[in-house]
């Protein structure tokens, strides 16, 4: 994205995890797009630079490193606020689902790793922008879950598992919060990116065909919906697991 392509500034500023590529890019896009200063985190530091190019540089910075280091965390609120000035929304994107099969069997290191980075991790950036800046001046944070967490989700169990606790997450948040800052969640089905090949690849027809409106989800459809969340639109809106699916959960009833 150009500067000549860019809106006017928002004057309002986002802090989005694991935001190289997949639904974190895709949020980070739709709020570049509508005017928000950006800054964006993941691991990969090449993919960083990539993405923030592409972002474009005047108003996105990258702060590469890993979520659930505490460290990292602390570096990236204090980046977003030397460079932008405040932190009004915080975005908690970055997981990880590492094993798959079921969780009767499943390692517990494995299970931690997993609690670390998807539910851990975000309650230490909501804590880091509560006191850097929403704590006295406002703002949201959108926290993104999934279906697996409001589901039975077999052979991704501890996935689903930590995602239902980022769900509880975003309940105690909400309340704790209020009413200075909104504090929310969406619940993605299956997305087309990297994090979920696994679970379309060789058979994405068949897979979008179980959904009642016939297409997977990409990022920019989570990255309107969080667009939403952090808006004006939104502002009576807090403690909610907004269900982004296709339809699928339709299909859960009595055929």
């Known amino acids: 994205m150009t500067s000549a392509q860019l809106p006017e500034p928002s004057g ?8 190289s590529r997949g639904i974190g890019y895709g949020v980070a896009e739709a709020l570049v797009r509508r005017g928000d200063c ?26 590469p490193g890993k979520a ?29 689902n590492p094993v798959f099969g079921p969780i009767a069997d499943l390692d517990l290191n494995v299970a931690r790793k997993v609690f ?29 879950a999934s279906i697996t967490g409001v589901s039975a989700s077999p052979f991704i169990g501890a996935y689903g598992i930590s995602k239902a606790a980022m769900i509880n997450l975003t309940l105690q948040l909400a309340h704790e919060y209020a009413p200075k800052a909104r504090v929310n969640a969406i619940a993605p089905a299956v997305v087309k990116t990297r994090f979920a090949q696994a679970l379309y690849e060789g058979r994405e027809a068949e897979t979008a065909a179980s959904y009642p409106l016939g297409r997977l989800g990409v990022p920019s459809d989570i990255g309107g919906a969080a667009a939403f969340l952090t808006s004006e639109q939104s502002d009576w809106i807090t403690g909610q697991t907004l269900v982004v699916d296709g339809g699928i959960f339709l299909n859960a009833g009595v055929h």
Request: hydrophobic content about 45%; glycine content about 10%; proline content about 0%.
């Open 116 to 144: 670390e980075t998807n539910v851990v991790s975000a309650l230490g950036f909501a804590q880091k922008t509560w006191h850097a800046w929403q704590k006295d001046n406002g703002g949201a944070i959108v926290n993104i």
């Open 12 to 19: 309002k500023v986002a802090l989005i995890t694991g935001a």
């Open 38 to 63: 950006v800054c964006i985190t993941g691991r990969n530091e090449d993919a960083l630079k990539e993405a923030v190019e592409r972002l474009g540089a005047d108003r996105v910075i990258g702060v």
């Open 68 to 96: 659930h280091d505490e460290a990292h965390q602390a570096v990236a609120v204090e980046r977003a606020m030397e460079a932008f000035g405040r932190v009004d929304f915080l975005v908690n994107n970055a997981g990880t």
